[in-house]
C-alpha cells in the first residue's frame, strides 16, 4: 500500500506498523546549497561535541576565555545603576559567596564606572575617590564583598595589606586596621 510521496523525492510504503521508505527513480534527488549544510558534515570534519581534548588543549582554551570571563564579571559588577562597590568587613567570611555578611561593613569603597580594567594579572580594580572612602566602624578588615551599586554580591574575597596575596587589598599605614572617621584606600587590586 503507497502512502504518499515525501520532500526528498520518495515513497512511504506501509506495510503494518513498519513504514519503509524507498527511494523513488522518476523524482529529481533534492540537493541543498553548500550553504545549508552543516559545515562538519559538508567537510567531513567531527562534530565538537565528539573530540575529547588534552589537559594541554583544555588549559588553552581556558587561558583564550579568561579575558571575556573577566570582562564579563566588570560587566556584572557595573550592572546597577551606580558604580560598583567594594564592602569591607571586620566579620568571619561567610561560607558561601552571597550569604548574610553577619555585621555590618567598616567601610564601603565606592569604585569607578566601569569598576576596572582587565589586565594580565587579571582585573584590576579602580576606586572612584583618590583620597579614599569614609570608614564607618572600628576594626580589622578580614573579607571584602564586590558588588553591584544596588548591593548584590558579585565575590567575597579576604582583604590583607600590600605584601599580603588576598584579593582585595588596602593601602595604610596600620595594614588591615580600620578606624572611623578614617579614609580607605583600595591598593593595586587585582582579581584573577
Not at 35 to 48: D, I, N, Q, S, T
Not at 112 to 121: A, F, N, Q, S, W
Not at 160 to 176: E, H, I, Q, S
Request: aromatic share 2%; net charge positive.
Amino acid at each position: 500500500r503507497v502512502v504518499g510521496p515525501d520532500h526528498g523525492g520518495r515513497r512511504v510504503r506501509g506495510c503494518g506498523r513498519k513504514l519503509h521508505v524507498q527511494r523513488n527513480r522518476h523524482l529529481p534527488e533534492r540537493r541543498f546549497p553548500r550553504r545549508h549544510r552543516r559545515p562538519h558534515r559538508a567537510r567531513g570534519l567531527p562534530r565538537m561535541t565528539t573530540l575529547a581534548l588534552s589537559a594541554a588543549a583544555r588549559a588553552a582554551a581556558l587561558v583564550s576565555a579568561r579575558p571575556a570571563v573577566l570582562q564579563a564579571l566588570i560587566d556584572l559588577a557595573d550592572a546597577g545603576s551606580g558604580p560598583a562597590q567594594l564592602e569591607i568587613y571586620g566579620t568571619t567570611r561567610p561560607a558561601t559567596s552571597g550569604d548574610v555578611p553577619g555585621g555590618a561593613a567598616l567601610a564601603t569603597l565606592v569604585l569607578t564606572k566601569p569598576c576596572g580594567t582587565v589586565e594580565l594579572t587579571g582585573i584590576l580594580l579602580t576606586q572612584e575617590s583618590v583620597i579614599g572612602d569614609l570608614i564607618a566602624v572600628n576594626g580589622a578588615a578580614v573579607w571584602g564583598r564586590l558588588a553591584t551599586s544596588e548591593g548584590d554580591p558579585i565575590a567575597d574575597g579576604d582583604v590583607t595589606d600590600m605584601a599580603g596575596d588576598g584579593p582585595f587589598k588596602l593601602d595604610g599605614a596600620d595594614g588591615v586596621n580600620l578606624y572611623a572617621g578614617g579614609r580607605a584606600i583600595l591598593g593595586a587590586t587585582a582579581l584573577s
